[in-house]
């Protein structure tokens, strides 16, 4: 299983982005999908989650500025962020707890990571 995330970059503050994060390989089933987020000399925290059914979970930090979704049948995971700061400025990865084959447990899965950098 791959996750290939994608939609990264630099951006003026209170301005959008939209990440993508799609995977791929042998995948039965996909459970919940998820972003997290790195900055530099911080621990990796969570951002947001999104089950099968669609149920959503987000940091307080980013409440009512980003959004994620997902697209079911193309196994892809989205983040959209507006009105940035710089202090969302970090490497964002995308997690997905995947079911390679019918009937054998979910393994977590990561995306290799994509910069996001907010900056006038």
């Known amino acids: 299983v791959q996750l290939q995330a994608s939609g990264g970059g630099l951006v003026q503050p209170g301005g959008s982005l939209r990440l993508s994060c799609a995977a791929s390989?042998?995948?039965?089933?996909?459970?919940?999908m998820g972003w997290y987020r790195q900055a530099p000399g911080k621990q990796r925290e969570l951002v947001a989650t999104?089950?099968?059914?669609?149920?959503?979970n987000y940091a307080d930090s980013v409440k009512g500025r980003f959004t994620i979704s997902r697209d079911n049948p193309k196994n892809t995971v989205f983040l959209q962020m507006d009105s940035l700061k710089p202090e969302d400025t970090a490497v964002y990865y995308c997690?997905?707890?995947?079911?390679?084959?019918?009937?054998?447990?979910?393994?977590?899965?990561w995306g290799q990571g994509t910069l996001v950098t907010v900056s006038s």
């Open positions: 997690n997905a707890d995947v079911a390679p084959f019918r009937y054998s447990r979910s393994l977590g899965y």
């Open positions: 390989g042998s995948i039965f089933s996909i459970n919940d």
């Open positions: 999104i089950t099968r059914g669609d149920m959503t």
